[in-house]
């Protein structure tokens, strides 16, 4: 499953995150929960969370910006 990148706009974690995963070559699928209301709904549905950034690679879920986490599903990723 590709990995899914959960953000808005104006999230400052949300471009740490986008940076940090496309230094380590990781290919990503950003959604703007910002701009639908049933993006919201998915990530609530898929994480329980309604805060972001949220990042999925299909099995891993990491809340928030941590570097550990994402440097895990980085590595899982390739």
């Known amino acids: 499953m590709p990995v899914k990148l959960y953000s808005t706009p104006t999230c400052p ?6 940076k ?3 230094s380590k070559g990781v290919a990503f699928q950003e959604v703007d929960v910002s701009k639908d209301r049933k993006l919201v709904e998915e990530l609530h549905a898929v994480s329980g969370q309604l805060g972001v950034p949220v990042t999925i690679d299909g099995k891993t879920i990491v809340i928030g910006f941590s570097k550990p986490a994402l440097e895990k599903l980085a590595a899982a990723a390739k």
């Open 13 to 18: 974690w949300c471009k740490e995150a986008k």
């Open 20 to 22: 940090f995963l496309s």
